[in-house]
């Protein structure tokens, strides 16, 4: 896959994305065409084995200019049949001198990781960059600092931006890239950053779209347009060099995949479906879909080719019936270019909610239970019209609030509920990356 900033959740402020924010304040790195995920480095097969290698990795990270940056994160790991292991970062920011280094760091030669994170200011941005096809036992302690982070340049024209920031991410989907944060000028046009490299062809602007926070310290945000300039002969950039020719990109040409309905019906039980709408595809790119739960992941059986930009296409994908409680993350990208950076995700939380009994006599009790995403309490309503989706506002018009019950680890149990009549209930909740609905239950009064 295809992200860098992050996987989960962001600082949102004056309107650009700003440094990334993980759940347990640790960064995600970008994830790899394989459809990757940051796993434990101790569960890799290599360290199981007892047979990882240790290398000293150091270096340093400079600017386009070559000038040391001080105050840069840099993350390490390395790839292994499609999954990320490592993600340490330098034991503090880099300092003035820019240098970083690893004592003793594990690797899978050929497939090796180096990021960097650099914070530009407030209201500014970020810069960062990415390359997962190192090789640490070609460069480690027999020679010193010999990792130059530094990025190269792309000159683009953007038509139609949506905003003079622009996030912009360069480079080559199998290799790596540079994401910056582009000023453009009175004419649309900037310079991004690029990881040095021989095979550079893709330049992605996306568009990130904050969630109303249900917690106030965490925004989520996902992406649901992207615009790609996919060169057909990739060329070759060092490190302080500007590729030879300019980008043009055009928003008004951008492609879109987003999740159908209003935000808080994005939630639901295992095993029922998200709806996703996509838009803008040019001719012939297919669209691939791909999910992850926090623990497992997965591509989605089916894919969609596009018959041109002005096609729509709805497509239907079925939350894992063993997906747990939580966040489910669905990602849409394109399994046509190999080299594609593009990579569109939104958010579907896993909730569970059900009745004691799905049917009870007249005058007895049932009782309603479930498990949600995130802590406080659940609001419960009814109503005795026969409804099989949630409200579609958070105020739940036409419904009637039954009552509030506290969270323990996510579980709720109602009191006993005594129906005159059969009823449909829905639970409502805070979340852990917006306010949604369970599924609705139903209980027959007979």
């Not at 860098?4 to 990334?20: D, R």
């Not at 009823?423 to 239950?441: E, H, I, N, P």
């Amino acid at each position: 896959m295809k992200r860098l900033l992050l996987c989960g959740a962001a600082v949102v402020a004056a309107g650009l994305l700003l440094a990334p924010v993980a759940l347990a304040s640790t960064r995600a790195s970008h994830r790899g065409s394989e459809r990757v995920r940051h796993v434990p480095a101790a569960a890799s097969p290599y360290a199981r084995l007892g047979a990882d290698p240790t290398y000293a990795i150091s270096g340093h990270v400079r600017d386009f200019n070559g000038d040391p940056v001080l105050g840069a994160e840099v993350d390490w790991g390395w790839w292994d049949n499609g999954y990320w292991f490592g993600g340490s970062n330098y034991p503090g920011d880099t300092g003035a001198d820019g240098k970083f280094n690893f004592a003793a760091l594990a690797g899978n030669p050929g497939s090796d990781d180096l990021s960097v994170y650099y914070p530009l200011g407030t209201g500014v941005g970020t810069w960062s960059m990415e390359s997962w096809a190192l090789d640490f036992t070609a460069n480690n302690d027999t020679t010193l600092f010999s990792y130059e982070m530094q990025p190269a340049q792309v000159n683009l024209t953007v038509a139609h931006a949506p905003s003079t920031k622009i996030d912009v991410l360069a480079g080559n989907e199998s290799v790596g890239f540079a994401q910056s944060v582009v000023q453009l000028d009175a004419g649309g046009s900037g310079t991004a950053s690029v990881l040095p490299m021989s095979n550079f062809d893709d330049v992605l602007e996306s568009a990130y779209t904050p969630l109303p926070p249900s917690n106030p310290k965490v925004v989520y945000v996902v992406c649901r347009s992207q615009a790609e300039s996919l060169a057909a002969s990739p060329v070759s950039l060092a490190a302080g060099a500007t590729a030879p020719d300019t980008v043009d990109l055009d928003w008004s040409a951008a492609q879109h995949s987003v999740m159908a309905g209003p935000l808080c019906r994005h939630s639901g039980k295992p095993g029922t479906k998200a709806t996703m709408v996509l838009s803008g595809w040019p001719v012939n790119e297919i669209a691939g879909f791909w999910g992850y739960d926090g623990v497992h992941s997965g591509v989605f059986k089916g894919s969609w080719t596009s018959l041109g930009a002005d096609q729509t296409k709805t497509l239907s994908l079925t939350i894992p019936k063993t997906a747990p409680v939580g966040l489910y993350e669905i990602d849409t990208y394109r399994t046509d270019a190999p080299d594609s950076l593009v990579d569109m995700w939104d958010y579907y939380q896993v909730c569970t909610f059900k009745a004691s009994a799905s049917s009870i006599l007249h005058g007895h009790a049932v009782r309603l239970s479930g498990k949600v995403p995130g802590t406080g309490s659940v609001t419960i309503y009814s109503t005795w019209h026969k409804v099989s989706a949630a409200p579609g506002t958070l105020a739940a018009s036409g419904w009637h609030k039954v009552g509030v019950y506290k969270t323990s680890s996510g579980r709720f149990t109602s009191s006993l509920l005594h129906p005159t009549r059969t009823m449909c209930y829905v639970a409502k909740y805070k979340g852990l990356a917006f306010q949604a609905f369970t599924s609705v239950v139903r209980v027959g009064v007979r």
